[in-house]
């Protein structure tokens, strides 16, 4: 995925990278979504690989957005929305550190946000926030059939019981931040 000159990059992992690309698909402003791995010493990991979690990698997804139309900001404070920021390497039923929360930051702008966001989100959340916050690692886009899964297979029981309420619930609050 290579960015346009008005582009920006921010990589996010939050769970199973299914998720949060299925949210991050239906924002405006958000010009592409990918899912990969990063933050690993593994070069050009495979799924099996880094579910085993001997990779050091996380599901992240890569994104692509205008920040003209939407803000660096505005997309920590729907990644915080879309998922648990305080339970340390799971997201739900996944666990491992595959699944754990982190922000991969392109920048020292993005890490400066980040920081903000963080401190920000420590009073909305009851317990602390685990989310890690690391530069820009190697990144590695994961195998075709992992890109827009939920688009492609919306009645597969996991798509269907996990990822269909995150969207739901994005959607429901960020109306004004749909495509």
């Known amino acids: 995925m290579t960015t ?22 239906e924002v405006r402003g958000v010009t592409s979504v990918e899912s990969g791995y990063t ?8 799924y099996e690989q880094v579910c085993a979690g001997d990779t050091g ?5 890569r994104l692509e957005f205008d920040p003209a139309i939407i803000s660096y900001r505005d997309l ?5 929305t879309i998922h648990d920021p305080t339970t340390l390497n799971r997201q739900g039923n996944d666990v491992g550190t595959q699944y754990r929360s982190v922000i991969y930051y392109q920048s020292p702008e993005q890490e400066a946000t980040a920081r903000q966001v963080i401190a920000e989100m ?7 926030i685990v989310t890690e916050l690391s530069p820009a690692q190697p990144y590695y886009k994961a195998e075709d ?6 688009e492609q297979h919306p009645l597969q029981g996991y798509c269907a019981f996990v990822v269909a309420p995150k969207v739901s619930k994005f ?8 495509k």
């Open 4 to 25: 346009n000159a008005a582009s920006e990059v921010a990589v996010f992992g939050g769970g199973c990278f299914w998720c949060t690309e299925a949210v991050y698909r």
């Open 39 to 46: 933050g690993g010493q593994q070069p050009h990991p495979t």
């Open 57 to 61: 990698h996380a599901e992240v997804v």
């Open 76 to 80: 920590l404070e729907i990644f915080f």
């Open 122 to 128: 420590a009073a909305v959340w009851d317990a602390p």
């Open 145 to 150: 059939y992992h890109q827009q899964y939920f």
């Open 171 to 178: 959607r429901k609050t960020y109306s004004n931040r749909l």
